[in-house]
């Protein structure tokens, strides 16, 4: 039986390939974008653009698209990335930043809940650089604390939806090759992609809420 999967940030990067990904296995993909982009459009998945997830009509919107949909995968990926130094400070940036990655996530995780099947799946794309142990560097003060921010919600949302069999899986996917870090990661979106799908997969309620490196490693908080 097809599975249906709910991809966000899903015209370029990792969350294209994750489409690719799961057309690739013959899934029911629905593809959520604020622009759409010819190699999305050369897919065959539903693209749902115009969804800025820090707009509650959006995600309103985005909600009435998907009103008769089952989904058994939902994949937050939809992230900003800037770098704020402590000499070069901007609060605007890191505001933003917090909206995208981290209350971005929540509102349509908890707007698409009343969608999910029993025994679905949900995924935050995160970072380790939202990992307060693994900061050795500082710096990228928005992206950071909206990640760390991210884990947060994600452990308080594996532990709610334990109770209606839904497990919640926080992953970093490594340092990847796309154009939010200038295409400078070590490896490809591809790459990444096929690591979250098998994460995903072994995604379960016994392992609900941890956070997982793609590469099978569990990160320090």
């Not at 966000?8 to 294209?16: E, M, V």
């Not at 065959?44 to 820090?54: E, H, L, N, S």
């Not at 909206?146 to 334990?162: E, F, I, Y």
Request: with cysteine; hydrophobic share 45%; charged share 20%.
């Amino acid at each position: 039986m097809s599975i249906t999967v709910v991809v966000t940030g899903a015209n370029r990067g990792i969350g294209l390939e994750l489409c690719r990904q799961y057309t690739n296995v013959d899934a029911n993909v629905f593809a959520v974008c604020r622009s759409r982009s010819d190699e999305l459009d050369a897919l065959q998945v539903k693209v749902i653009d115009g969804v800025d997830v820090t707009s509650s009509k959006a995600i309103d919107r985005l909600c009435k698209k998907l009103k008769n949909v089952s989904i058994d995968i939902l994949i937050n990926n939809a992230g900003v990335f800037l770098g704020e130094t402590l000499e070069e400070m901007d609060f605007d940036a890191i505001a933003l930043q917090f909206q995208v990655n981290a209350m971005g996530p929540l509102r349509v995780t908890q707007a698409l809940l009343g969608r999910l099947n029993e025994n679905a799946k949900v995924a935050l794309i995160t970072s380790r650089m939202g990992s307060v142990a693994d900061n050795t560097s500082g710096g990228y003060y928005g992206y950071r604390m909206s990640k760390a921010a991210l884990n947060a919600a994600g452990m308080s949302l594996a532990r709610d939806l334990k109770s209606q069999g839904v497990a919640l899986g926080i992953f970093h996917p490594g340092f990847v090759q796309t154009r939010m870090v200038s295409f400078a990661g070590d490896i490809s979106a591809e790459e990444a992609a096929k690591r979250l799908v098998k994460r995903i997969d072994e995604l379960n309620l016994d392992n609900s809420g941890t956070f997982w490196h793609t590469n099978g490693e569990v990160l320090p908080w």
